[in-house]
């Protein structure tokens, strides 16, 4: 048992002592992308852009992180003929909200981790010819997996549900940032 309790104390000093005496300070980051509609959503949108900030919580040798994010996606909106005229309404879709990250310890400057989180998300549509817009607010989730390059460049991809009255508006974009 004294062994026991030797040996585990000398794993502690030499897991700790091998971190840097700083904790990694959180770090800020911008994204941009491109955004595809799917679901029932896709039958009204065509692909869109995104864009966001971020700020990133991790600390060394610990593989799993937290971000808190914001971003805007716009979807042009598919022409429709009714009557005679076309229709056409395009959705900004707006997002605030936390996600875990989780790290794949594998030793190089490319890692993959995987992300998921919640989120609130709203919606305003705007439909061309007609004055005003059309907007909801409601929770949504999200779920991905991404590629990090030397901790600093990033690629990823995730599914997000916001759960919307009717059918929910779901959307997958993939987005490229930069954390500084």
Known sequence: MKYGRLGMIALAALTFGAMPAQAQFPSMGITGGVSFPKGDYSDGANMGYNGGALLSISAP???FGFRLEGS???FPGKDYSAGGTTINASSNIWMVGG?????LPIPSPIKPYAIAGLGYYGAITTVNGVPGSTSTSKLGYN???GVSLMGRFFAEV???HMNTDGSATTFVPLTF???F
Do not use: C
């Open 61 to 63: 040798m610990i593989p």
């Open 72 to 74: 805007i996606t716009h």
């Open 99 to 103: 996600a875990a990250t989780f790290d």
């Open 143 to 145: 779920a991905g997996a």
């Open 158 to 160: 995730r599914y997000n």
């Open 177 to 179: 940032g930069i954390m």
